[in-house]
């Protein structure tokens, strides 16, 4: 791992918040004593805090939201995206009180990114969404929270499976052994994504 700098340290941090945010629903399991919410509900959580750092670090004239990318035709969409990155104003932007939901034109995307509370392995959704998604948008990167690898061998497995699958970068929170529920926090991977995300053009 390369050397912090102090902007690094910064971004860190704001993993460390994120986290704190976020994990409640994300480990919501009757293994962990908790109720358990659907997956999709602890997804979506997920998919806006991470969009509330995104916007933090977006270069002036780009966006984070969830939302569907639409061909150039008007009639085409995507399946639903966790957060799409893109230039300019959406095509439309549907907003009430409850959600706020974007359709972007094809030409305006620049990252889809598929958010999951955790991963032991790549399933076939993954697979497919990845195949799916790839028609549509130039990137497309994946975002988990927890990692299910005791070892940093076992990430490496799965982060390699997902390129493999489609995935152009894939980013964990932190690992988590299921047998001690030890955390180990991924900062590294977490500050070369907010990093790869300023450079944007």
């Not at 993993?15 to 659907?38: A, C, I, R, W």
């Not at 974007?102 to 509370?117: A, F, M």
């Not at 997902?162 to 977490?190: A, C, H, P, Q, W």
């Amino acid at each position: 791992m390369r050397r912090f700098t102090r902007a690094d340290a910064v971004i860190a941090q704001e993993l460390d918040e994120l986290v704190g945010k976020s994990s409640p629903y994300s480990m919501s399991s009757p293994q962990f004593g908790n109720p358990t919410l659907h997956d999709f509900v602890k997804g979506l959580i997920l998919s806006t805090n991470i969009i509330e750092v995104i916007d933090k670090h977006l270069p002036n004239g780009y966006r984070a939201d969830w939302g569907q990318v639409i061909e150039d035709d008007g009639n085409t969409l995507s399946k639903e995206c966790d957060i799409i990155i893109y230039k300019g104003k959406p095509f439309k932007l549907i907003k009430n009180k409850s959600i706020s939901f974007v359709l972007v034109n094809k030409k305006q995307t620049r990252i889809v990114i598929q958010v999951k509370s955790s991963i032991q392995s790549v399933t076939r959704d993954s697979k497919e969404y990845s195949r799916e998604l790839r028609k549509f948008v130039p990137e497309l990167w994946f975002i988990t929270e927890c990692c299910w690898a005791k070892s940093k061998t076992r990430a490496a497995k799965i982060e390699k499976e997902l390129k493999k699958s489609g995935y152009r970068e894939s980013v964990y929170f932190y690992r988590m052994d299921e047998r001690s529920f030890n955390k180990t926090i991924n900062y590294d991977s977490f500050v070369k994504f907010i990093n790869a995300i300023k450079k944007l053009k």
